[in-house]
């Protein structure tokens, strides 16, 4: 994954970030204050590897991310990863499936653009022979609600994570 550049981005001014991800590297993320509103009636459905990258995302998944289908396939999901977003939401994710058992939560999104769209998400693990060879998430529009508590709790959250 490559550093986010100026020029990707819709109009606005823009925050600067360095991200670490779980995969060990990091970047720099340009993030603007525009939220994309989820559309009604979609679902946006990606899959994965066992290492979390990118395998197959649906026309709504690629329309929500402002990516292209060949920009996303092979890369880490994470590439979504909104610096708003806790890294014990990603840790809980990830202990979740490696247990095999489905993941459900609410997740910041970043776009291509800078700009950002809310997602409530479920992941499930893909077991064929007993072995799990990948995770399919599916993604439904979230209540305004549910964004209100979880921007409270994530910023909380990033706060103590800050401090640790």
Partial sequence: MKDM???QLAEGPYREHRLCYYEGFCRTV???DKEVPYPDGK???SRT???GNITHGNQSFIDMSGFTREE???QPHSILRHPDMPAAAFADLWATLQRGVTWQG???NLRKDGCYYWVF?????NIRNDQVIG???VRRKPSRTKINECTELYARMLAEEKKA
Avoid at 121 to 125: D, M, Q, R, S
């Fill in 5 to 7: 550049e100026p020029v």
């Fill in 30 to 32: 340009l993030t603007l």
């Fill in 43 to 45: 679902l946006i459905v």
């Fill in 49 to 51: 590897d066992t290492k």
């Fill in 72 to 74: 996303l396939i092979g």
């Fill in 106 to 108: 609410y997740v910041k």
């Fill in 121 to 125: 998400a479920t992941a499930i693990p």
């Fill in 135 to 137: 995770y399919t998430s």
